[in-house]
C-alpha cells in the first residue's frame, strides 16, 4: 500500500524476526511482503504463537486416554466425566504484561484465559491463579502484588466467575519478572463441543465483540517473546486494556449463539488478534478465508490495516456461522449490546486474502503463516551452576536445641502463611458450586445435576526445579495429583503454563528439555493425559532468569459429592496419623531459605510408585469412610502440614494437637523437610487396626503420630519436648503475616 515503509532488514529485525527467517519467508511465498504481511508473519512466527523453540520437546507429553475428547491444538483440553458433561480446561501465562502494568495484565490474563473456555462451548465455573513474586522486602514487589490482586479480582468478580484457590509464591528469583498463571475450568455438554474451525465454502465469517482499537499490537510478538530490559517501560502501551463487564456479555451471547446448529466454528480473538483466529481457523479446516477489514467495528479513526489485524484489543471472537442465518446471529448479539459485523466468509483456496477500503492488502497461504517457522532445534547445556550447588552438607547447618523460632518463622513466611488476604478480595461464592473453598489442598466445585464434583489444584515447587528441572517437574505433577487426591478425587486430567528464561541459552534450553520429560514421564506413569498448555519464554531481565518454573493444574473427578474430603481436624481425639515416609532431606525447603538463605542441596527424591501407592491409600480411606482429614506434606514439611489442618478445622476455635514421634533423624529434618508421598490425616481411635490392616495390603508406612484437642500445638521427639506452643497464638501468626508485608494491615 501506499506509504507503507519499505522493506529493509533493520525493519525485519524491528519485528523481531531473524535474517534467516526473512529468507524463508521470502522462499515460502516466492516474493516479498508488504508491511502488513510482515507484521502477520511477525506476530505468528513469535515464540508466544508458533512454540518454535518448545514444540520438538512438547512432541513427547502423553495427550491420550479414553476419556479425552479434545486434546493439544485448540484453545483448551476437554475431558469426558460422564452423566453426558465434559470439563474444559487450561492455564495461560500474561506474565510481561503484568509486570509492566499489574491491573490490566493480571486483568486481562484473566479474560484471555475464560475466552478460551467459553470459546470450545463450555461455561466458565471457576478460575485458579499461579502467581510468584519477587522479594517482598522490594517495595515495587508490593506495588505488583497489589495491582495483580486487585486486577485478577476486579476482572473475575465482574464476570461472575468464582476465584476458588490457587498459589502465590515469593522470591527473589522473580524481582524482575513476575509470573501470572491463570487457570480456568468450563463445564459444557459432552456432544456440544465447539472447535476453531472455518470449513465450508461460503460460510459468513462473524466479527463479535468490542471494537478493535490500538492496544496491543505487538504483544504476542515483541513483549511476550523477548526478555526485559531498560527499555520495558516503553512497552507499555503493547499492554491490553480489558471491559470485564463486556467479557460477561460475550459470555452469555456466545453461550446463546452456541445453542443453534448454523454454527461451524468459534475462536477467539487473543494473541495476535485478528490475524490469529482468521489463519488458524482457515488452515485447521484446510480451507481459506476472504475479509474486508473495512467492515471491521473500530473504536480510533485512522487505523491502518496493519493495525487492525495486529490489535490485541480483548473481549473479541470471531464466528463462522453458515449463510442465511446472519440476521439472527446478529440480533441475538444486538440484544446483549455487543458489536457484530459479517467480514468475510469461507473459500475454496488454502489462503487468507483481505481487503481494505477496495484494494486487497494480504494474500498469503495459510500454511507458511500457521506452520511454516521452523522448529528449532536450540542447544542444550547442563547449567555449572549445578555443580556449585548440588550438595547441603548437614553436618554445617546448626541443629536447634529447640524448634519454636523455626516453626514461628516459617508460619510468618509469605510462602507458608495464609492467603486469605489474596482469596478474601476474590468472589469464591458466585454461582453458588464451590463445595471447598480456597485455602485447603484443592478447590472442589459441584456438577449440577449430577452426584459429581471436580477437584482443582495449581502447583509448582520451583525451588525444586532449580536444583533439578526433571525432579522438579516431576514433583509437581505428583503434588499436584496428591493435592486433588486428599480431596477425594480421583485425577484425570492435566494443563501446564511452562515458564522459563531466555530459549536462546543453551543452559534455558537443558531445564526446559529435563522439565518437560520429567512431567511426561510422571503423566505416562500416573496415566494423566496432558490436554492443553501453555509455554512462556523469555523471562529473563537484565540476564537474570527466573528458577525454571513448570507450573502445573490437575483436574480430578469426584463420584459422590458426599465423599469429598477436606484438611481440617474435625474432633478433638482423633488420631493422627502419617501416611509415607520421611527422608533426611532439606534441599530446596523452605526451611533451608528462611533460616539460612540457602537454595540448595538435591531436591526431594521421588519415588514414583510408592507415591501412586499412597495415593490410591488415601484415596480408598475416603471412599470407605475411614478418615475425617486429609492433608498433603508440602512447604514446611510436616510440622506445617499438622498445624495448617488445626487451623482449618470446622469450629470457631482451632483445634490443638500434641504430636509424639520417635525418629533417629535430625529433628529439624524431621518437622520441618519436604520429603515428597507424605499425608497426614486424622480418623476416630477406633478405627486404627483397620487403617493399619489396609496400609499393609498397600505396602505403604503408616505411623501413628499424635492426637487432636486442647488449646496448644505441642511437640516431643523420643521423648523430648521440641516445640510447645498456643494454638491461638500460632494461627494469629500464620493467618496476618502476608497481608502486613503487603502492607494492608499494620
Not at 519467508?25 to 518454535?52: A, Q
Not at 474444559?88 to 493480571?106: D, L, M, R, Y
Request: charged letters at 25%.
Amino acid at each position: 500500500m501506499q506509504n507503507e515503509p519499505e522493506i529493509t532488514l533493520q525493519l525485519v529485525k524491528d519485528h523481531g524476526l531473524t535474517e534467516d527467517e526473512y529468507r524463508r519467508i521470502l522462499d515460502l511465498i516466492g516474493r516479498k511482503p508488504n508491511f502488513t504481511e510482515l507484521g502477520i508473519f511477525s506476530v505468528m512466527w513469535s515464540e508466544h504463537c508458533s512454540y518454535k523453540s518448545s514444540r520438538p520437546f512438547l512432541k513427547n507429553l502423553p495427550t491420550e486416554g479414553p476419556n479425552v475428547l479434545q486434546g493439544p491444538g485448540e484453545n483448551a483440553g476437554v475431558i469426558d466425566i460422564g452423566d453426558g458433561f465434559a470439563v474444559v480446561f487450561k492455564i495461560e501465562s500474561h506474565n510481561h504484561p503484568s509486570f509492566i502494568e499489574p491491573h490490566q495484565g493480571a486483568a486481562t490474563g484473566v479474560g484471555g484465559i475464560m475466552r478460551d473456555i467459553f470459546t470450545m462451548g463450555a461455561r466458565p465455573i471457576a478460575l485458579l491463579d499461579s502467581l510468584r513474586f519477587g522479594e517482598m522486602e522490594d517495595p515495587r514487589t508490593r506495588f505488583l502484588l497489589n495491582g495483580v490482586v486487585d486486577g485478577i479480582s476486579s476482572y473475575g468478580n465482574c464476570t461472575g466467575v468464582p476465584t476458588v484457590g490457587g498459589e502465590v509464591y515469593f522470591d527473589s528469583c522473580y524481582n524482575g519478572n513476575i509470573l501470572v498463571n491463570a487457570f480456568c475450568l468450563g463445564l459444557a455438554k459432552s456432544d456440544g463441543i465447539f472447535l476453531a474451525k472455518a470449513g465450508g465454502v461460503g460460510n459468513r465469517i462473524l466479527y463479535v465483540g468490542s471494537k478493535t482499537g490500538r492496544d496491543g499490537i505487538h504483544g504476542a510478538s515483541l513483549l511476550a517473546s523477548s526478555e526485559f530490559d531498560e527499555t520495558t517501560e516503553e512497552k507499555r502501551p503493547t499492554v491490553q486494556v480489558g471491559d470485564p463487564f463486556t467479557e460477561k456479555l460475550l459470555i452469555e451471547a456466545c453461550l446463546e449463539i452456541m445453542e443453534f446448529n448454523w454454527v461451524v466454528g468459534v475462536q477467539d480473538m487473543g494473541a495476535a488478534g485478528l490475524t490469529s483466529s482468521s489463519f488458524e481457523m482457515a488452515h485447521r479446516s484446510e480451507a481459506g478465508v476472504r475479509m474486508d477489514l473495512s467492515k471491521v467495528p473500530l473504536r480510533e479513526e485512522g487505523m491502518t490495516p496493519y493495525e487492525i489485524l495486529l490489535s490485541e484489543s480483548q473481549e473479541r471472537m470471531l464466528f463462522v456461522i453458515e449463510p442465511g442465518h446472519e440476521g439472527e446471529a446478529i440480533a441475538i448479539l444486538e440484544k446483549w449490546g455487543l458489536d457484530a459485523a459479517i467480514i468475510g466468509e469461507v473459500i475454496d483456496e488454502p489462503g487468507v486474502r483481505i481487503e481494505f477500503k477496495g484494494k486487497e492488502v494480504v494474500n498469503l497461504p495459510t500454511f507458511p503463516v500457521v506452520d511454516g517457522a521452523l522448529d528449532l532445534k536450540r542447544e542444550t547445556k547442563r547449567p555449572k551452576y549445578l555443580d556449585k550447588i548440588d550438595q547441603v552438607n548437614l553436618t554445617e547447618l546448626p541443629e536447634p536445641s529447640r524448634g519454636d523460632k523455626a516453626f514461628l518463622k516459617l508460619l510468618a513466611c509469605p510462602n507458608i502463611a495464609s492467603k486469605e488476604w489474596v482469596y478474601e478480595q476474590y468472589d469464591h461464592m458466585v454461582r453458588l458450586d464451590t463445595l471447598v473453598l480456597p485455602g485447603s489442598d484443592a478447590a472442589v466445585l459441584r456438577i449440577k445435576g449430577t452426584k459429581k464434583a471436580v477437584a482443582i489444584s495449581v502447583d509448582c515447587n520451583s525451588r525444586f526445579c532449580y536444583l533439578d528441572p526433571y525432579n522438579g517437574a516431576a514433583i509437581a505433577v505428583a503434588e499436584g495429583c496428591r493435592n486433588v487426591t486428599c480431596s477425594g478425587a480421583k485425577p484425570i486430567g492435566l494443563t501446564n503454563c511452562l515458564n522459563f528464561g531466555n530459549p536462546e541459552k543453551p543452559e534455558i534450553m537443558w531445564q526446559f528439555e529435563q522439565a518437560v520429560k520429567g512431567i511426561g514421564d510422571t503423566c505416562l506413569f500416573f496415566d494423566i493425559p496432558v490436554v492443553s498448555g501453555n509455554v512462556s519464554l523469555y523471562n529473563e531481565t537484565k540476564g537474570e532468569a527466573i528458577f525454571p518454573t513448570p507450573t502445573v493444574a490437575v483436574v480430578g473427578l469426584i463420584e459422590d459429592q458426599k465423599k469429598i474430603m477436606t484438611q481440617g481436624f474435625k474432633k478433638p481425639g482423633h488420631r493422627i496419623g502419617l501416611i509415607g515416609f520421611t527422608l533426611e532431606e532439606l534441599g530446596g525447603s523452605e526451611y533451608l531459605k528462611v533460616l539460612f538463605d540457602k537454595t540448595e542441596g538435591k531436591a526431594p527424591a521421588l519415588d514414583r510408585k510408592n507415591e501412586k501407592q499412597v495415593q490410591e491409600f488415601c484415596l480408598e480411606l475416603i471412599q470407605k469412610g475411614l478418615i475425617q482429614s486429609a492433608h498433603d506434606c508440602s512447604e514446611g514439611g510436616l510440622a506445617i502440614a499438622v498445624a495448617e489442618s488445626c487451623f482449618a478445622a470446622p469450629e470457631e476455635e482451632p483445634l490443638g494437637a500434641k504430636l509424639e514421634l520417635e525418629s533417629s533423624l535430625r529433628r529439624d529434618t524431621l518437622l520441618f523437610g519436604e520429603s515428597q508421598s507424605r499425608i497426614v490425616i486424622s480418623f476416630p481411635e477406633e478405627l486404627t487396626d483397620q487403617i493399619k490392616n489396609l496400609a499393609l495390603s498397600y505396602n505403604v508406612d503408616f505411623s501413628l503420630i499424635g492426637i487432636t484437642g486442647g488449646s496448644k500445638f505441642t511437640v516431643s521427639i523420643n521423648g523430648q519436648e521440641y516445640i510447645k506452643q498456643e494454638i491461638e497464638s500460632i494461627k494469629n501468626i500464620w493467618k496476618t503475616s502476608l497481608g502486613r508485608y503487603a502492607g494492608q494491615t499494620t
